[in-house]
């Protein structure tokens, strides 16, 4: 799943939180990125910081609500794309990072 923001210490911070809850296996900060897009009826380009984080389907809502919660912009873009296929071991570790006590 992904979000992005403005800058780069606010994606850090997101994604080192949700790592730390538990709620993804880890995260990763790209960028900067171009973002193209149309917002609030308008036409817009804009350099932005992109956190991944992998983690379970079943985590998925719990890593939307943190996100959503905590993000520094109002409606932030949160997606996730489903695995079609990985390692069995990443698939292991993924789900072995992210389990509750």
């Given at each position: 799943m992904?979000?992005?923001t403005e800058h780069h210490d606010d994606?850090?911070?997101l994604a080192g939180a949700v790592v730390q809850a538990r709620l993804a296996a880890s995260a990763q900060v790209v960028g900067p990125v171009t973002s193209v897009?149309?917002?609030l009826g308008?036409?817009?380009t804009g350099q932005e910081w992109q956190a991944v984080f992998i983690t379970t389907e079943d985590r998925y809502p719990?890593?939307?609500r943190y996100l959503a919660a905590?993000?520094?912009w109002q409606n932030p873009q949160i997606t996730a794309v489903s695995v079609t296929a990985a390692a069995p071991a990443c698939i292991a570790w993924a789900q072995t990072a992210?389990?509750?006590a």
């Open positions: 992904t979000t992005a994606a850090v911070a897009f149309w917002h308008e036409y817009g719990e890593v939307e905590h993000h520094p992210v389990k509750t």
